[in-house]
């Protein structure tokens, strides 16, 4: 399970630094990312393929300034790996930060490529950050 671990960590080591090449390496042809947000998050949503994550990292971007993912504890099965972090970001368009957890889960082929990612955030810590009314 380890090794699956260690494939899952360099593929957020490079989709952070070289998406291009991130796509190319680790996304399977069928790739899906679903990140059920709220309306106010533009980031929120359901991607497709290479472009589609493309897509959602060029969104995030325009969207807040990231900090680095304290991804701070792992689990694997044969084809899973679930990952529990924390993110601390600024929000552009309010300049108010939040700090979230998330939990990130990743399915893989049986080639190793990553076929589905979900993403489950705090999401009441955002719309504070996005200047939402809960």
Known sequence: MSDLIDHAKGFYAMALSDPAQACATY???GFTLENPLPDYVPF????????????????????????????AEWAADDCTVVVRGEEESLV????????????????????GKVIVMREFNDTAEMGKAFDHEH
Do not use: C
């Open 27 to 29: 996304l399977a042809p």
């Open 44 to 71: 929120g949503g359901v991607y497709h393929g290479a472009d589609g994550f493309v897509e959602y990292l060029t969104k995030i971007g325009e969207t807040i300034d990231m900090g680095p993912l304290q991804m």
């Open 92 to 111: 552009k368009s309010t300049g108010r930060r939040y700090r979230m957890r998330f939990v990130h889960w990743l399915t893989f082929d049986s080639g």
